[in-house]
C-alpha cells in the first residue's frame, strides 16, 4: 500500500525558508504515471494548491505562490521536497504531500503542522 | 485563474437527508473535477473524480455530477460518518489546479 511521510521542522521563524521532505513508500516516484504534490491548509481554512512535480524534475507551481517556492526530486531515496522562501504568518499551515494521478490527488500525506513565528 | 465558488459554505443537516453541495466554476472545465471529503482531524479523500466517477471504495450513497461551470455532489442517505467538509478541485487547468473553499456538513 502506498504511503507518503512528511517530514521537516514543525517550527520556522518569520522570513527564514521552510523545508519539508516527503518520503513515499510501498512504491515507486519514478513511475510516469504520477505526479506528486505539495496542498497546505491554514488552521480552520481550506485547501491550497501549492506545487507539482515530475519525477523527471519538472514542476508546476501555483502562480500567487511561484515566487517563493522551489519543489525537487531525489529518485534514488523516493523523496520529493517543498522549500518556500521568506515565510511570514500567513504560510503557518499543515502541510500535505499527495500524489497525483495527473488529473485528481489520490494519496495523501498524515500532513505535518509548520508554524511561522518571530 | 479558474476560480472555484462553493454553495452553501456550510450546511446542517439529519442523519437520512438528501444533501446537496453545488460547485461553480469561473469558466468552463468540461468535466474536469473532484470532490473530496475531510474529516476534523484528518487528510482529505478522494471521493470522485471526472465529476461523475466514484472512487474505488466509496459508498454509492455519494454521487456527482454536472459539465461546463456548474457541479453537484450529491449524498442520497446522509449517515453519521459522512459529517465533514467537503472540497472540490479543478484540472481543467492541468498542471495547474485550484481547490474550492469547502462546504461544511453539520449535524441538525
Known amino acids: 500500500q502506498l504511503q507518503l511521510q512528511e517530514s521537516g521542522p514543525g517550527l520556522v521563524k518569520t522570513s527564514e525558508t521552510l523545508s519539508l521532505t516527503c518520503t513515499v513508500s510501498?512504491?515507486?516516484?519514478?513511475?510516469?504515471?504520477?505526479?506528486w504534490g505539495w496542498i497546505r491548509q491554514p488552521p480552520g481554512k481550506g485547501l491550497e494548491w501549492i506545487g507539482n512535480?515530475?519525477?523527471?524534475?519538472?514542476?508546476y507551481y501555483n502562480p500567487s505562490l511561484k515566487s517563493r517556492i522551489t519543489l525537487s526530486v531525489d529518485t534514488s531515496k523516493d523523496q520529493f521536497s517543498l522549500k518556500l522562501s521568506s515565510v511570514t504568518a500567513a504560510d503557518t499551515a499543515v502541510y500535505y504531500c499527495?500524489?497525483?494521478?495527473?488529473?485528481?490527488?489520490?494519496?495523501w500525506g498524515q500532513g505535518a503542522l509548520v508554524a511561522v513565528s518571530s | 485563474a479558474i476560480q472555484l465558488t462553493q454553495s452553501p459554505s456550510s450546511l446542517s443537516a439529519s442523519v437520512g437527508d438528501r444533501v446537496t453541495i453545488t460547485c461553480r466554476a469561473s469558466q468552463a472545465i468540461r468535466s474536469t473535477l473532484a470532490w473530496y471529503q475531510q474529516k476534523p482531524g484528518k487528510t482529505p479523500q478522494l471521493l470522485i473524480y471526472?465529476?461523475?466517477t466514484l472512487e474505488s471504495g466509496v459508498p454509492s450513497r455519494f454521487s456527482g455530477s454536472g459539465s461546463g461551470t456548474d457541479f453537484t455532489l450529491t449524498i442520497s442517505s446522509l449517515q453519521p460518518e459522512d459529517f465533514a467538509t467537503y472540497y472540490c478541485q479543478q484540472f481543467n487547468s492541468y498542471p495547474l489546479f485550484t481547490f474550492g473553499p469547502g462546504t461544511k456538513v453539520d449535524i441538525k
Open positions: 512535480i515530475y519525477y523527471s524534475g519538472s514542476t
Open positions: 471526472d465529476a461523475s
Open positions: 510501498g512504491g515507486s516516484i519514478s513511475s510516469s504515471t504520477y505526479y
Open positions: 499527495a500524489r497525483a494521478a495527473v488529473r485528481y490527488f489520490d494519496f
